[in-house]
């Protein structure tokens, strides 16, 4: 399940990445780095494949990286969920996971919502009208779930869409020529194919332009998208796309056949996934441990800022908003005694007070 971030006391370097979710617990927490696939309404691609494709009129985020091993041995750990995969290496791509496993990684990411339906007995079903989050156009996924696998247009414009151009480019690394194949690396315009094996999540080659990485060679990645676009069967063929480490530069085009005859239940060693998200809640004002609520840990993070990092109109955007969502995050710090808004406004005051006079003073030798 999702779990907040450790705050660390008087530290203003609250998570290792802005825009990373953390998972699990213990030895058993990692991150989930996402990127913010923007332009709402974009045009549709009318030379790819799929024909019309990759067009979402919403904002979303996708996983910059590919899943890697030690991800799903920390939710099987933790969630008892039994994924099998290859052993290639922590850091590598999680393969020989099966479309329901990949699912059920993505499930319990978001808790006690889940994307997708199981029964009692581990079988996947299609979401019902009389189920909350029922959404018509799509009967996989549940709409109240913020973690799920990406669509096929989802996935199709992270890889090939330029934001600033308003273009689709040929290969998923922002250009219209075969990137270099390398085994490893981050360089611009490179990716992992026709290699002898997967290189870890981080160093399968350049980004599109979006910041997504492997999304072209690497591992062939699943899309949640059935292969008849129509997402009304159990049982039928998933889509997957991108190429793998094994395949030539042709795969990773975005006119290149979209693979779409495997079977949910397929454990190929080449195969794996990458998590999509919805697009993340506009930033809460005085936040600046970044927990989604406005507390006294708020203000110390402030207090350690004041004059440097945050000023006066910092510590009045704290006072206004002081309480905001700490309803949901008091079970998570019911132990700790919060400060009352007076005792913590009067001493930001004192300590602002105190910093203005010490910058104001005049040194004499």
């Not at 273009?167 to 981050?186: L, W």
């Not at 809640?281 to 993070?301: E, K, M, Q, W």
Request: proline share 5%.
């Amino acid at each position: 399940m999702k779990t907040a971030t450790t705050f660390v006391l008087f530290s203003l370097a609250i998570s290792s990445a802005a825009n990373a979710d953390t998972f699990g617990s213990g030895s058993n927490i990692f991150d989930i780095e996402f990127v913010t696939i923007g332009n709402p309404g974009n045009v549709a691609d009318t030379t790819g494949d799929p024909n019309p494709g990759g067009k979402v009129d919403y904002t979303y985020r996708i996983g910059k990286f590919e899943v890697s091993e030690q991800m799903i041995t920390k939710a099987n750990t933790l969630g008892g969920l039994g994924i099998t995969k290859n052993s290639r290496g922590p850091d590598k791509p999680a393969t020989e996971v099966s479309w329901f496993e990949a699912a059920k990684f993505v499930n319990w990411l978001n808790g006690s919502t889940p994307a997708y339906k199981f029964d009692i007995g581990g079988n996947f079903q299609l979401w019902q009208s009389g189920d909350a989050g029922y959404d018509p156009n799509n009967l996989y996924r549940n709409s109240l779930a913020t973690y799920f696998l990406p669509s096929v247009d989802e996935w199709y414009k992270a890889a090939y869409y330029d934001p600033n151009g308003s273009v689709y480019y040929d290969y998923p690394t922002g250009s219209d020529s075969a990137p270099t194949a390398v085994a490893s690396g981050t360089a611009a315009d490179t990716a992992v194919w026709n290699q002898t094996g997967p290189a870890d999540i981080t160093q399968a080659g350049g980004l599109s332009p979006y910041g997504t990485m492997g999304q072209g060679g690497n591992v062939w990645e699943w899309e949640e998208t059935e292969g008849d676009y129509l997402n009304d069967s159990t049982s039928s063929a998933r889509g997957v796309r991108g190429g793998d480490w094994l395949q030539f530069a042709p795969t990773l085009l975005r006119s290149s056949i979209r693979f779409n005859h495997n079977g949910p239940s397929i454990e190929a060693s080449n195969f794996g996934f990458r998590v999509a998200s919805i697009a993340e809640s506009p930033p809460i004002d005085a936040d600046f441990d970044n927990d989604g609520d406005v507390d006294g840990f708020d203000f110390l993070v402030l207090q350690q800022g004041l004059g440097t990092i945050y000023d006066a109109d910092d510590l009045t955007d704290w006072e206004n908003n002081y309480g905001f969502g700490t309803v949901a995050a008091a079970t998570a710090a019911s132990s700790i005694p919060e400060p009352t808004t007076s005792a913590l406004a009067l001493a930001a005051l004192c300590y602002l007070a105190i910093h203005r006079r010490l910058a104001n003073a005049t040194y004499r030798p």
